[in-house]
């Protein structure tokens, strides 16, 4: 196939979600899989809900990802004179009319459809008539719709979709204050820069008809659509831009890399046999015609196991840059050298589901500890402070490996046959880590190294049990 272009057209009006990411994929997927071009466009005719950090967000998100588009990227709110220009035009080939019916007889109307049971429809009362309104009178222009007939198109995951044109309105192209609407711009847009794939969510399903026949009436190539399923939440409801696991940010938030949510959405709703794809092998892999027509439901688990995957295969370098991009991210200092950290990084990203609990394992091994209060004061006490003492005193003397620290840990659970063994793991894990959970904590006595086992524990002595 030549010169195909595909186009992301997010509006800038929330945080991109889930869905949005999975457009831009497969988008990107499809022009880069034809050598085609790829296309950003921001619909920010919205002036009264765009907002200049959701277009940053738009692109920081993208190139997160890395599916880096061609060209400038393209605005909708710089393109306002050529729409005003089309609408004129339209309005001279008597394809639009302008409308000055008032709010209140359109909700007349509107009332009147849904009393009958009716999808509520323009009346079209102003289409046909020669109006001598003086300027300054409110208007909006309508797009003369077919009134007769069928638009039929052929989606390439839906397959033949067919719609009456009586069902369809004269939909308003240019608002009252000036402004042209999506349906509009969309049409003019998609021509102008010729894109030749139509890739976006199946809630769009319903405007491609209007669309194609404002395209019909500009004499414009109709594009080919392809409307992806919906996607639900873990509940199986519908993902709104308020919904946790819709929005994007909240899985950077989680400590999700690009690599497996780019890997979780290339499969999610496709027939594949690819568990573990990369960006780069995904282009040959992709397939339309593997998509499947039926709602997507998100797992978390899936993701959370393509999150582990990567973590523990990708370069060490690679995910220390991912994790210090997530430290800056989240205002916390990053970490200088990746040598100084790097035999706890061979120990801790097999146990690591996301960068957060990456960041939550290593901040084990930082200089300061914060305790717990409420489990803190629970533990000052006899047997505690005795079973500190013992395995600070041991330290001192054993050969500080794995085994020998395994075996101190027997010791101590038979010495102390009179507490509970879990009991004993806790409290030299929470005094010497802060934490009620941590991976083996043998190993991480290990990694710590000796000096610093003796510290912490000298220094919880000194602070707390000072009274024994
Ligand atoms: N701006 C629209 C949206 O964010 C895109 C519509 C389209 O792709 O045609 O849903």
Same mark, same amino acid.
């Given at each position: ?37 790829? /296309? ?14 959701? &277009? ?11 599916? #880096? ?13 050529? #729409?005003?220009? /089309? ?24 009332? /009147? ?138 899985? /950077? ?50 993701? #959370? ?28 200092? &990053? ?63 054993? $050969? ?59 220094? $919880? ?8």
């Amino acid at each position: 196939m030549n010169n195909i272009i595909t186009r992301f057209a997010p509006s800038p009006t929330g945080y991109l979600h889930i869905g949005n990411i999975r457009i831009a994929l497969y988008s990107w997927l499809y022009a880069k899989k034809y050598n085609g071009k790829f /296309i950003l466009r921001i619909e920010d005719t919205n002036f009264v809900k765009n907002n200049q950090k959701y &277009i940053d967000y738009i692109f920081y998100i993208l190139e997160w990802l890395g599916l #880096y588009w061609d060209d400038s990227p393209f605005y909708q709110s710089k393109r306002i004179f050529l #729409y005003k220009d /089309i609408i004129d035009n339209m309005l001279k080939n008597n394809l639009a009319y302008k409308c000055f019916c008032s709010l209140d007889r359109l909700n007349y109307i509107k009332n /009147i459809c849904i009393k009958k049971g009716l999808k509520p429809k323009y009346d079209r009362y102003c289409r046909n008539k020669e109006f001598n309104f003086n300027k300054k009178s409110s208007y909006v222009v309508r797009f003369k719709n077919p009134i007769f007939g069928f638009v039929k198109f052929n989606d390439l995951i839906y397959k033949k979709m067919i719609f009456s044109n009586e069902s369809l309105d004269d939909i308003i192209i240019q608002r009252s204050n000036g402004l042209p609407t999506y349906n509009f711009c969309v049409v003019v847009d998609d021509y102008y820069m010729s894109v030749t794939h139509v890739i976006r969510g199946e809630d769009h399903i319903s405007n491609t008809p209007k669309q194609i026949n404002l395209i019909k009436s500009l004499n414009y190539n109709i594009p080919n659509y392809i409307h992806l399923p919906i996607i639900l939440d873990f509940n199986r409801k519908k993902l709104s831009k308020r919904n946790f696991s819709s929005n994007i940010q909240n899985y /950077i938030n989680e400590g999700f890399i690009p690599e497996s949510i780019l890997n979780y959405l290339f499969n999610l709703g496709c027939f594949s046999n690819n568990e573990i794809v990369y960006l780069h092998e995904m282009k040959n892999l992709f397939n339309i015609h593997n998509i499947k027509r039926s709602p997507c439901i998100l797992n978390i688990k899936k993701l #959370y196991w393509l999150n582990k995957y990567y973590i523990n295969n990708l370069s060490y370098k690679k995910i220390f840059n991912y994790l210090n991009s997530f430290l800056l991210y989240k205002n916390f200092s &990053i970490f200088k050298n990746i040598e100084n950290i790097s035999e706890i990084l061979s120990f801790i990203l097999p146990r690591s589901n996301s960068l957060n609990e990456l960041f939550d394992f290593l901040t084990i091994f930082k200089k300061k500890i914060k305790y717990d209060k409420k489990i803190l004061y629970k533990l000052i006490n006899k047997n505690v402070y005795d079973i500190l003492i013992f395995f600070i005193k041991k330290i001192n003397i054993i $050969v500080f490996d794995i085994f020998s620290i395994k075996n101190l840990f027997f010791y101590l659970i038979i010495k102390f046959n009179y507490i509970n063994k879990k009991d004993i793991y806790f409290y030299i894990r929470f005094f010497l880590t802060g934490k009620n959970i941590t991976p083996n904590i043998s190993n991480i006595i290990i990694l710590l190294k000796k000096k610093n086992v003796l510290f912490r524990l000298n220094f $919880v002595i000194k602070k707390f049990f000072k009274n024994f």
